[in-house]
């Protein structure tokens, strides 16, 4: 019952802040609701061993460090993979081997 309460009253007094800070680093106002979402998530799972004088501390970090994920995932996600025939025509021919 008391985590309850006191997980209502985190999330109401900081829940505003994670958003602005998400958006800031994302620049996506859905994607800084995801992340304001995992965030509040992730202090639920962390609440008994979260120090409640550096609870801003603790959350403005996992903010930053859910959206640096994010921001990795997106940029490899948008890399192709090379497949090995498209290496392999990249590479210099060699003279004088035999190969074709």
């Not at 997980?7 to 996506?28: M, V």
């Not at 992730?42 to 979260?50: E, I, T």
Request: aromatic content about 8%; hydrophobic content about 40%.
């Amino acid at each position: 019952m008391i985590r309850e309460v006191e997980f209502k009253i985190l999330c109401r007094r900081h829940s505003d802040e994670i958003y602005r800070y998400a958006k800031a680093l994302l620049g996506n106002g859905a994607d800084a609701e995801d992340a304001t979402q995992e965030v509040l998530l992730r202090l639920w799972g962390s609440l008994p061993k979260v120090n409640l004088f550096n609870t801003r501390a603790w959350i403005l970090r996992t903010t930053r460090n859910y959206c640096l994920d994010q921001i990795r995932k997106r940029s490899n996600r948008f890399t192709p993979a090379l497949v090995d025939d498209e290496i392999n025509s990249a590479l210099p021919r060699r003279r004088g081997t035999g190969a074709a």
